[in-house]
């Protein structure tokens, strides 16, 4: 296995060893793995263009690494425990041989489908064993996934298709969400209608018996031929730079952009990552609940804990179903040792049952964590007192879809943990604190902007189709640092503590959401003039969305028009979107220029109108009273 940090004095050498000769230190990690060709340059490292590259003249395949290497020792132990959304129902367990073998499977389905590498597939799926041996069949065959997550519309669903040039989607045909199946292949369906003749095959993984709409000139159906395939496919040997992924994320300004990552660095991050955040041993049961449609269920649900030859558990449906005991009876059931979790289930769970962790033992934890967004100190000590009953750290992972995998986190056992504090970077990660000016600063007690001033093996490499917006948005902003767009304090002990987004980006249990983004789908509502979008403090997600709108004429029936606003965002995007409050302004605070005054919107939805401060630099700073009086707090 590779490098694991088992104490304090060992962290601190590694990570100046990883500071001073970051080369050396991950040319021994990637060491690790099989390569059919050796790098022949650790790190090409143009932080400005930028045009980062890893092990580059490196080939591989990233499958190979993730199962074939694991068949001779680890054959038959399980790779994923799969938990259905209903509690009755049979859970599977799938060994590293056999998922192999369905990977191969479906991969040789994919070739005979005419996928080749370097082609695009977009993935929609629910939380079920198929939806990664599809991301493994693409990785195996060259090709690159863009998994789309299955409660976005089929609006966005279709952007994203568009924006990659996807010519194949793999989904399901009915997702089971808690009581209710949804029927996604119909979402696709209708995003394939807003953009035809661009796809040019599904294929749908019939999860239910239910009838589904079938257009049989585009649907292929899983089951019809994906088991009939030989279980052996040779692997594409990929360049080290090569694509491994797209996945969407969104930003301050414009659509969501597609982050791309690489197989090499990636591999090595993920895997490095996991081995250590998670004290990872050889017969652990670990369980990351994040769907794989976000960043944290591809690096820490599929790619980490597989290289690592890990259990990964795998479960279909929600923390609340059939009721708020779910997550720690699973935990029972299997024995888990390294849960995963994000703030926003952790808070719901809190608000919903405080006690019911109680009714479980939940003895096999040795460490918990969390990941998305801040942990408030009352989240952190109700998660460590009641699930980690006082003995358990808690890992506060910060990071982003950008990253790859995990910056910052305390080391479990090994650095002490504080509520509120993600504490320290991991080996090969340099963070510093900016001021505005991008002026560093030093020593500790420091607050600003977080950067990170060296690459590492798993930064974005470029935003799909649009390099250009991947300089300015994280590497024009501070010339030679990746910027991140968090502010974050060091305290008197050199941990960090994230203390949320400076730009116009939201985070919503956990889902990234750029407010341009909820205002344009609100303004295609004919009646909508205009709109602005900001966060507001909300108990159980983090932030909410707090949504100020401008009608075109007299609002008479304004729940109705409320009910029809939250209609279009859920079409334009998806319900995770849908504003939390709803304030008609017939005036929205303008400067001279036209720019509408954010802070003062988002202090009125803070419930902070006394912070407002200065009003006279807008020219109809007079509405800003009315404003205030029509809060909808
Ligand atoms: C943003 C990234 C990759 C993790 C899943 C979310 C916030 C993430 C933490 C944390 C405070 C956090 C940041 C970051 N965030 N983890 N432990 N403490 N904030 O990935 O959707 O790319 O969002 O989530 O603001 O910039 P993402």
New binding site residues.
Partial sequence: MMLQINSLSQYQDEYRRSIEHPEQFWAEQAEHFEWHRKWHTVLKNDFITPDVRWFEGGRLNITENCLDRHIADKGDKPAIIWEPNDPTGPSISISYRQLLAQVNQCANALRSMGVSKGDRICIYMPMIPQAVVAMLACARVGAVHSIVFAGFSAKSLSDRITDTGCKWVICSDYNRRGAKDIAVKEVVDEALSLEPNLVEKVLVYKHTNKTTCWNPELDVCWQDIVPLMPEKCAPEIMDSEDMLFILY?SGSTGKPKGAVHTIGGYMVFTCFTFINTFQYKNDDIYWCTADIG???GHSYGVYGPLLAGATTLMFEGVPNYPDAGRFWQIIDKYRVTQFYTAPTAIRSLMASAWDEPDKYKLDSLKVIG??????NEEAWHWYDEKVGRGKVPIV????????GGIMITPLPGITDTKPCY?SYPLPGVQPVIVNQDGKILEGNDVEGLLCIRFPWPSVVRTTYGDHERCRTTYFAPFPGFYF???AARRDSEGRYR?M??VDD?I?VS???LGTAEVEDAINSHPEIVESAVVGFPHPIKGQGIYAYVTALHDVEDKEKLIREVLQVVTEQIGAIAKPDKIQFAPQLPKTRSGKIMRRILRKIAEGAPEQIGDTSTLINPECVQDLIDGCEL
């Fill in positions: 994320t976000w960043i944290t969390s990941v998305g967004e801040p942990i506060d992972t910060w990071w982003q879809t950008e990253n993600a991140t767009g968090d994230i949320g987004r980006v985070n956990g889902h990234r």
